[in-house]
């Protein structure tokens, strides 16, 4: 990093310049990964989106190529929205997007429409060049949908009957709804009379994902897979309170229905890809190494004018394998990609570290910006955890009124990442286990609140409730740190926290690493 950008990220993708925001159609085709993204080439901030292109041979360094997608037909003349990427054949990657129009003249009517891009030459295998079929716009909102609230198409399925489905995200009056469409060609795509789901009082779903996962194992399936060792997950991005909201459960390809696994889970209650900054993220299924892996948009958490004095905003979370969580079987598991660990310089593994009640402890020889810590705690004796009943809505508040610097019976312990020597700035890790009415469960927290001197950042807490089963030995965190991204993947991938720090002393071989205790009894 230079002095002027210490900020920008090494592992993580982001466009050289300007701003950035959802992944979109993600592939794997002749040996590169590709990756589009919602690019604005004119500035730092939200603007005329194009689709920005990147191409990698292991998801860790990027080229960035022409964009692919960029407004100039008369039905995304505002902009190429979010949209995704389906194999119509081997050879055929084609793409959905969301075309951003006008209604008249008047610009002050814009709508969505959906439009279908296709290679020009599907022998590159960088993909470079795409043509907009002359039958676009293939989809127009629906009557009783408000073409404003009609976009982000997902990678299309098959069916029992054969036919092709996607689903587009939308709204009726406030009720979240992935609108289902069906096609025999992939250019005439009509309505299913009913939604593949809704869920009320959800507002605009953006960004729907629909995927097969594996009952029995940690392998990927290509978006088509049905059967009985087989099930789904939805997810939906909700635009009211920007946070990726998933539900698994039973896809029947003959009726077209989905039924959440359990009854209690549902798109915008209770379970999250992330607690932290995460959002309008998109899996894709990697036939190389036969597994799904999940991306999503890490905006900035400094000021829209910050960013355009540093000339960019916003990064692509470091990619998750993900897989269904099979002890619970109604909830998935993330964890990045094993291509990761090729990028360590050095492992250093220490052991038998006792950490005292009240105690700080440098974790010396580890100095930089850039780690990825893996950590585990024994499990603490929970005799004296405290009684603390938090709302499970609200466990982003607890973390912060509790904050790392509580002192608590069990805990708060953890890790503090890119710390200043004089740990004046510090963004803390931590676990913090308390009794409520249904049993013992741990906060698992990330405190930006001392991450930086500077003031002009948001530094919101971010965190989650954790069950542990009893038969757990250990709590365990990975946190992957790179400048200015702080991802933490807790209790093997089950809860996932992505924060974004601008720390001004601890940067670079300033930065370092402790280990915590503010707990009494452990
Ligand atoms: C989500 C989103 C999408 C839309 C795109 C526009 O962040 O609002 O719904 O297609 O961004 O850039």
């Not at 002095?3 to 090494?10: F, I, L, V």
């Not at 209690?264 to 597994?291: C, E, M, P, Q, W």
């Not at 905003?313 to 470091?318: D, Y």
């Not at 009415?437 to 003031?455: E, F, P």
Request: charge should be negative; include cysteine.
């Amino acid at each position: 990093r230079t002095s002027e950008q210490p900020y920008r990220t090494g592992f993580h993708f982001q466009p050289t310049k300007n701003w950035m925001n959802d992944p979109n159609g993600l592939m794997y085709y002749k040996g590169y990964y590709h990756l589009f993204y919602q690019w604005n080439p004119y500035g730092a901030v939200w603007g005329t989106i194009t689709w920005g292109h990147a191409v990698s041979t292991d998801m860790l360094q990027w080229h960035i190529l022409d964009v692919a997608l960029a407004p100039d037909q008369w039905y995304d003349i505002n902009g190429c929205w979010t949209g995704s990427a389906t194999f119509v054949a081997a050879n055929r990657p084609v793409l959905i997007y969301t075309g951003w129009t006008n209604i008249s003249s008047s610009v002050e009517h814009k709508i969505q429409v959906q439009a279908v891009a296709v290679p020009h030459d599907s022998e590159d295998p960088l993909l470079q060049k795409w043509i907009k079929v002359n039958d676009n716009p293939i989809l127009v909102a629906p009557i009783g949908i408000d073409p404003t609230e009609f976009r982000d198409p997902t990678t299309a399925w098959i069916g029992a009957d054969g036919k092709w489905r996607m689903v587009v995200g939308s709204k009726r009056k406030e009720d979240g709804v992935a609108l289902l469409y069906r096609s025999s060609d992939f250019l005439h795509w009509h309505k299913a009379e009913d939604p593949l789901h809704s869920v009320v009082d959800t507002g605009m779903w953006e960004c729907p994902d629909f995927y097969p996962v594996s009952i029995g194992g940690q392998n990927g399936l290509d978006t088509s897979v049905n059967g009985p060792d087989v099930i789904h997950v939805l997810k939906a991005s909700l635009a009211n309170d920007k946070h990726d909201y998933y539900v698994v459960g039973t896809y029947n390809s003959d009726y077209d229905t989905f039924t959440p696994a359990d009854s209690s889970h549902n798109v915008g209650i209770g379970l999250r890809y992330d607690y932290g900054k995460f959002y309008a993220s998109k899996t894709f299924y990697d036939s190389a190494k036969g597994r799904r892996i999940l991306f999503g948009w890490v905006n900035e958490s400094s000021s829209a004018k910050n960013d355009i004095v540093k000339g960019w905003s916003s990064l692509q979370g470091f990619p998750r394998k993900i897989w269904l969580n099979g002890e619970t079987k109604s909830s998935i598991l993330q964890w990045p990609i094993q291509e990761i660990e090729t990028l360590r310089r050095r492992s250093d593994s220490l052991s038998g570290i006792f950490l005292e009640a009240n105690s700080v402890t440098r974790v010396t020889g580890v100095e930089g910006a850039q780690l990825d810590v893996e950590v585990e705690f024994d499990m603490p004796s929970l005799n004296e955890a405290e009684i603390l009943e938090v709302d499970s809505s609200n466990v982003q508040l607890a973390c912060s009124q509790v904050g790392k610097s509580h002192k608590g019976a069990v805990g708060p312990f953890g890790l503090l990442v890119l710390a200043s020597e004089d740990l004046k700035e510090q963004t803390a890790v931590f676990f913090y286990a308390v009794l409520t009415g249904g049993g013992w469960k741990t906060l698992i927290c990330s405190d930006q609140g001392r991450s930086s001197l500077n003031n002009d950042v948001d530094k919101t807490s971010y965190g989650s409730y954790m069950s542990v089963p009893s038969n757990d030995k250990s709590l365990r965190l990975r946190t992957l740190v790179d400048h200015s991204i702080v991802e933490t993947f807790a209790q093997g991938g089950e809860i996932c926290i992505t924060s974004r720090v601008y720390p001004v002393k601890a940067v670079n071989n300033q930065a370092h690493l402790y280990l915590f205790n503010n707990g009494v009894q452990y």
